[in-house]
């Protein structure tokens, strides 16, 4: 569903001209198939928003927010891996090995740097949400939950379960960040590829979070 024209109306006309800004700026910048990851990305999460947030209709700055940080969340995929690897050593503080030379982990550790740089972008919930899209995190606000549950089951992923997780996505939020999540899991060590030292602490308290709709 095109949420565009529900975009238009909610938000105020300076958020929304921004909006546009950055989705014609990025168009340029990246790829195709990364734009159109980007732009499904941002129509799945905001779908997800008017479905569990209850205040959207009012609190335009949550709209916003979820609508830059879905748009954005792979922006630092824009650069190679070794421009990646400068501008996280050079400017990003506390970050462990780990997650200095993990390329898949990378874009979303850079992305606040060259969003704020790009685009002038200077929001914590934002930077938190983008960089949290790739590992989670223990205590994800509902703004990092709806980034990270939609770019894992936007309208162009294809993957076995794809479609009970998007079913299970409107109907219970929670049980679908764990669900999500652990299938990440899996498909990481399908690849033979290191998972994150702080996964099993994540999944953990992912687990002790959701709730059990019957
Ligand atoms: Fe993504």
């Known amino acids: 569903m095109d ?12 958020q929304f001209k921004e909006l546009e ?8 910048k990246m790829e195709e198939s990364l734009y159109r990851h980007s732009i499904q990305t941002m129509d799945f999460a905001v779908m997800l928003a008017f479905k ?6 009012s609190d335009k700055d ?23 690897l400068d501008i996280v ?17 990378l874009h979303g550790y850079a992305a606040p740097f060259l969003i704020k740089r790009d685009f002038g972008i200077n929001d914590k919930d934002i930077y938190n949400a983008i960089s949290r899209h790739t590992t989670g995190s223990c205590n994800m606000s509902i703004l990092d939950r709806i ?14 379960n794809i479609e009970h997780l998007r079913k299970l996505s409107l109907i219970n939020p929670d049980l679908c960040l764990l669900e999500v999540y652990k299938s990440n899991i899996i498909y ?10 702080d996964t099993s602490r994540i999944w953990n308290y992912i687990c002790g979070g959701y709730k059990n709709v019957t």
Not at 3 to 14: E, F
Not at 21 to 28: C, L
Not at 62 to 84: M, N, P, R, T
């Open 52 to 57: 569990h947030y209850p205040d959207i209709y």
């Open 188 to 197: 990481v060590i399908s690849k033979n590829c290191a998972l994150h030292p």
């Open 89 to 105: 050593s050079r400017n990003i503080k506390g970050l462990s090995y780990f997650e200095k030379t993990c390329y898949a982990c």
């Open 147 to 160: 980034v990270y549950i939609s770019d894992k089951l936007e309208a162009g992923r294809n993957y076995n």
């Open 21 to 28: 800004d950055i989705r014609t700026a990025i168009a340029q």
């Open 62 to 84: 949550f709209l916003y927010k979820v609508c830059i940080s879905a748009l954005l969340h792979d922006y630092g995929k824009i650069l190679e891996k070794q421009d990646l």
């Open 3 to 14: 949420y565009t024209s529900k975009i238009k109306k909610l938000l105020n006309s300076r």
